[in-house]
T-cell receptor, first 109, second 113 residues
Framework: GIQVEQSPPDLILQEGANSTLRCNFS?????LQWFHQNPWGQLINLFY???GTKQNGRLSATTVATERYSLLYISSSQTTDSGVYFC???????????FGKGTRLHILP | EAQVTQNPRYLITVTGKKLTVTCSQN?????MSWYRQDPGLGLRQIYY???????DKGDVPEGYKVSRKEKRNFPLILESPSPNQTSLYFC????????????FGPGTRLTVT
């Protein structure tokens, strides 16, 4: 099945810093989403982005489907950005959803 | 309010005692799925359902059963729980797989002793 790798596994930044999170996937995908899990465990959709670039406030994402990777950019980090960021993909062979192991982000005040 | 509910939120049980975790959504979603989350492993899909009476295995289905008799409900059944099924479980729903926004339940923390 499809393998999804996220990097880095952990990231500690000062408030106001920028960050780039990466998601590599091993095969062609039909769908890709980024999620944020806050420190209370709640999972929140960020972007649906199987290809191209999208922006939502301080967050943006880019997926280069032909090279099988996606990037999540967080600018001017705030403490509320802390948590775990997951990338998830759905392949074109079945309807399974595969998550990466996540990037744990700590934003220090 | 659009929501996915799970019950119970916390459960401590013993090896071999059958249990069911319920999941219900009020958005008339076609797609529902169950995940387990373990430290360092992310979320792993256990089972998913494209519609009523249609279920398929995810990546880690061993030791679990599901049913989808009604569109709104998707219970997760552990016939004979074992300690390696101690985990945080999430139910999710959407209009159709990962193409649409995913709605997650609040999670069920299960401990099997």
């Amino acid at each position: 099945g499809i393998q999804v790798e996220q990097s880095p596994p952990d990231l500690i930044l000062q408030e106001g810093a920028n960050s780039t999170l990466r998601c590599n996937f091993s095969d062609s995908v039909n769908n890709l989403q980024w999620f944020h899990q806050n420190p209370w465990g709640q999972l929140i959709n960020l972007f649906y982005i199987p290809s191209g670039t999208k922006q939502n406030g301080r967050l943006s994402a880019t997926t280069v489907a032909t090279e099988r990777y996606s990037l999540l950019y967080i600018s001017s980090s705030q403490t509320t950005d802390s948590g775990v960021y997951f990338c998830a993909v759905e392949g074109n062979r079945d309807d399974k959803i595969i998550f990466g192991k996540g990037t744990r982000l700590h934003i220090l005040p | 309010e659009a929501q996915v509910t799970q019950n119970p939120r916390y459960l401590i049980t013993v090896t071999g005692k059958k249990l069911t975790v319920t999941c219900s959504q009020n958005m008339n979603h076609e797609y529902m799925s169950w995940y387990r989350q373990d430290p360092g492993l992310g979320l792993r899909q256990i089972y998913y359902s494209m519609n009523v009476e249609v279920t398929d295995k995810g990546d880690v289905p061993e030791g679990y059963k599901v049913s989808r008799k009604e569109k709104r409900n998707f219970p997760l059944i552990l016939e004979s729980p074992s300690p390696n099924q101690t985990s945080l479980y999430f139910c999710a729903s959407s209009r159709g797989g990962l193409y649409y926004e995913q709605y997650f339940g609040p999670g069920t923390r299960l401990t099997v002793t």
